[in-house]
Nanobody
């Protein structure tokens, strides 16, 4: 069983920065991809950034050039550096791991990011 724990959320003014972290515990085998998603009330959870191992790093158009996703393999941690934050970046941010050729998905509990204008 894998557990994911996000941290680093908070409230910041527009133009500010935050760094989210997602620490994984447990046995991580056959890892295929990992990513950050955002959800706001009344809307579906949407992809913000993802790393597809051996393939690509992808970003939502709305965050390109401002957000950077990275991973620390040794520490089993996923990060999301968020710069030049905008009020529309507000939401609950979740990390996700996909393993076993897409069969197994794990989600974290989420961390709130609030950007005030």
């Amino acid at each position: 069983q894998v557990q994911l724990t996000e941290s680093g959320g908070g409230e910041v003014q527009a133009g500010g920065s935050l760094r989210l972290s997602c620490a994984a515990s447990g046995s991580i085998l056959n890892l295929n991809a990992m990513g950050w998603y955002r959800q706001v009330p009344g809307k579906q959870r949407e992809l913000v950034a993802e790393i597809i191992l051996g393939a690509s790093i992808n970003y939502a158009d709305s965050v390109k050039g401002r957000f950077t996703i990275s991973r620390d393999t040794a520490k089993k941690t996923l990060h999301l550096q968020m710069n030049s934050l905008k009020p529309e970046d507000t939401g609950v941010y979740y990390c996700k791991l996909i393993m076993n050729w897409g069969i197994t998905h794990y989600w974290g509990q989420g961390t709130q990011v609030t950007v005030s204008s």
